[in-house]
């Protein structure tokens, strides 16, 4: 049995699959996708991944909103995952502020460069400071 913190790179992993896939006009089945990663269904997996399809262009806007200078095309894939899924975590789910930007930030640190790291960083915290707070 996995726990969070690697459920979180199955997400990864699925979200980064899915860029190519549809960047290449493969056609997949997000399922599968997921099957191919995980032996076990997951509803932490599968919840988080379908949450993150269907709000895809908000999640986008509001990165695009804190990465000076940057917009998320311009990140790698696997950044872009990464980003999506720390977003995500901080704005639509119950999951704790701090572990949702901690989490992204592991990931970044196993996947991405230092400076990327430190952007995603960046970005998580001004979206908890800026958007969180409000609510």
Known sequence: MKNRSELREVIMKVL?????????????????LIKEQLEVENE??????????????????????????????????VDQAILLLGTYELMYTDTPSV??????????????????TKM?????DKIYHEEKKDE
């Open 16 to 32: 980064y699959q899915i860029e190519i896939f549809e960047g290449t006009n493969i056609e997949y089945h997000v399922e599968d």
């Open 44 to 77: 932490f997996v599968n919840d988080t991944i379908s949450g993150i399809i269907k709000n895809q262009n908000e999640i986008i806007d509001l990165d695009n909103k804190y990465l000076n200078e940057w917009t998320m095309d311009r990140l790698n894939k």
């Open 99 to 116: 572990v949702a930007i901690n989490e992204a930030i592991e990931l970044s640190k196993k996947y991405s460069e230092e400076a990327v």
């Open 120 to 124: 995603i960083n960046g970005v998580l």
